[in-house]
């Protein structure tokens, strides 16, 4: 309803063609996104500064600062990327991605189908539909599994996060290393011979082209669902990205460095696997964890097992796991879960012995 | 009488959506019969990829997204 009241206000006021009606108000648009964003030090510390007239230097100066800086660049970053991510989706749907799967072989469709996960719209509880259409459209269960695993594990929420409070060089690391793993352990899971453990109820499904979805859309759909996508987006994440972030400011101002060494630092070799574990039961969106992280970080925490931490929290779930069980039999369950922990432990191991 | 099937995989969100289905139907007085399913086989046959999904009369209307109030009622008609 407000959603399409905002669209036409923008964008359906400037005649017919492309060029003025949509790409004119769009790059209108992100001339103001940039402008703003530029100056958010610049507000921020005139805030703490000026009106609040807080010591910037003050363990309560820097803890403020760093919320009021840190809280509209995230959503600044996530409102613009959820937008472009948006509008890239409505041309990548589940459908598409499968059409273009069918038939690849081992290994190139390993690599296809993880980068795909990255954008094709996708929530853990459509893992078993998903995964039927997949299978019984003649993906190979290898390729079928990497997507699997990136799709949730990879995607531009994390990415937006990592980039937004890490640095793009952890954000760049996640993506490699998530891709990595999605495709090793597809690989992997290919190899194991997966088809004996797919119950046999899946396998009588025979895929019927007739059947497929197929939707039709114009640019104004297209912005409509981009728009709705970051309100939705929003509406779920708001509040776990700000409680994040005053976990964030607080452990920055208070908590003294180094205090995470102890428990998440790179000198005992048993901190990865252990972290990876502690992350397996534990469930969370991106959203949640990062800001987390960025905190451990902060305080000594070393780079390799957070990250490993952070990729089991969201990569495995227990929930997806028991849906999974419908379609899986225990022991390729098992497999799975098994190759992607593994993975996940020689991301963490490597980034710690490379930092 | 319009026989609507919402399928999902019993994640919070696609009982949410029958439920609102439930209230478009109510509010509107549609004469439609509405029930909730999670059975993967007849999904895999109508071509459903991802939850929750609206199925009217037969033919999928919404998959993968939950609509509001106007786009449900909209499907409906």
Redesign the interface.
């Known amino acids: 309803?407000s959603a399409k009241k905002l669209c036409h206000a923008v964008f359906l006021r400037f005649g017919n063609n492309l060029f003025t009606r949509y790409i004119l108000p769009h790059l209108f648009l992100l001339v103001i996104w940039w402008t703003l964003y530029s100056h958010l030090r610049d507000g921020s510390v005139f805030l703490v500064d000026s009106l609040l007239h807080i010591d910037l230097d003050s363990r309560l100066g820097s803890a403020v600062e760093f919320f009021l800086y840190d809280t509209p660049k995230v959503f600044m970053l996530l409102g613009l990327v959820v937008y472009g991510v948006g509008l890239l989706r409505s041309f990548i749907?589940?459908?598409r991605t499968?059409r273009f799967l069918a038939g690849k072989r081992e290994f190139v469709g390993n690599i296809i189908a993880a980068l795909l996960g990255i954008i094709t719209?996708?929530?853990?509880?459509?893992?078993?539909?998903?995964f039927?259409?997949f299978v019984?459209a003649g993906v190979p269960l290898g390729v079928t599994f990497s997507f699997l695993i990136a799709a949730p594990m990879v995607n531009e929420i994390a990415l937006v996060l990592l980039y937004g409070l890490l640095g793009w060089k952890l954000a760049l690391a996640y993506l490699l290393t998530g891709l990595c793993v999605a495709i090793v352990a597809g690989l992997v899971i290919g190899r194991s011979r997966p088809e004996k453990y797919v119950e046999d109820?899946v396998k009588n499904?025979r895929?019927?082209a007739a059947?497929?979805?197929k939707a039709k859309s114009s640019w104004h759909d297209r912005i409509l669902f981009a728009y709705s996508s970051v309100v939705?987006i929003f509406r779920r994440i708001w509040l776990y990205v700000l409680i994040g972030i005053a976990l964030g400011a607080f452990i920055h101002g208070y908590v003294p460095q180094g205090f995470m060494a102890f428990v998440m630092g790179s000198d005992s070799w048993w901190s990865v696997p252990l972290a990876v574990l502690l992350g397996v039961p534990l469930y969370s969106n991106a959203a949640g964890i990062i800001p987390v992280v960025e905190a451990l970080i902060s305080k000594g925490a070393a780079i390799g097992t957070v990250l490993a931490f952070m990729m089991s929290v969201i990569a495995l779930s227990f929930p997806e796991m028991v849906?999974l069980r419908?379609?899986l039999k225990p022991r390729l369950i098992g497999i799975f879960l098994v190759t992607v922990v593994v993975g996940v432990v020689m991301v963490g191991y490597l980034f710690n012995w490379m930092i | 009488m319009k026989e609507v099937i919402v399928?999902?995989?019993?994640?919070p969100?696609?009982h949410k959506l029958k439920a609102l289905v439930d209230d478009v139907v109510k509010q509107n007085k549609i004469a439609a019969n509405i029930e909730y399913s999670s059975d993967?086989?007849e999904?895999?046959?109508?071509?459903?990829?991802?939850?929750p999904a609206i199925v009217v009369d037969g033919k999928?209307k919404s998959?993968?997204a939950?609509p509001?109030?106007?786009v449900i009622l909209k499907l409906l008609e």
């Open positions: 309803m749907t589940p459908e499968r719209p996708f929530c853990s509880c459509s893992a078993v539909p998903l039927i259409g019984s109820w499904i895929f019927d059947s497929e979805q939705d849906i419908k379609v | 399928y999902g995989s019993g994640c969100a696609c993967f086989v999904m895999a046959k109508l071509g459903i990829l991802s939850v999928v998959s993968g939950f509001g109030r106007d």
